[in-house]
């Protein structure tokens, strides 16, 4: 098992910018394939951002391009999710994920494609 452990969340009003970390406990943060994925009640959870292993391909989906930034710091051990002009829409619990890989450049978006999972953080927008 992999502990990660999500942060950052929060009330903020629409418009508004947010920045979610992960930490992930172990020494082979660098093998992973990283992702973020939300859930709002009473819907699956969709795929959000995901990133390779050393941060050089991402990928995101459609209603938050441009807006939100997927990122991350090995030596740190931390996945990053700087959000920006949020909106309602974006309400839902954030959670991180991992999967670790041998190629360098691969990006996963669904949910069955990660193996370890944090247990999330809440972000709520308000208009």
């Known amino acids: 098992q992999v502990p990660l452990v999500e942060s950052g969340g929060g009330l903020v009003q629409a418009g508004d910018s947010l920045r979610l970390s992960c930490v992930v406990s172990?020494?082979?943060?660098?093998?992973?394939?990283m992702g973020w994925f939300r859930q709002a009640p009473g819907k699956e959870r969709e795929f959000v951002a995901a990133?390779?292993?050393?941060?050089?391909?991402?990928q995101y989906t459609d209603s938050v391009k441009g807006r939100f930034f997927i990122s991350r710091e090995n030596g740190r051990n931390t996945l990053f999710l700087q959000m920006n002009s949020l909106e309602r829409e974006d309400t839902a619990a954030y959670y991180c994920a991992a999967r670790e890989v041998l190629n360098i450049a691969a990006v996963f978006t669904a949910t069955d494609d990660y193996t370890y999972w944090g247990q999330g953080t809440q972000v709520t927008v308000s208009s």
């Open positions: 172990g020494r082979t943060f660098s093998h992973y394939a």
């Open positions: 990133i390779s292993q050393i941060g050089g391909r991402t």
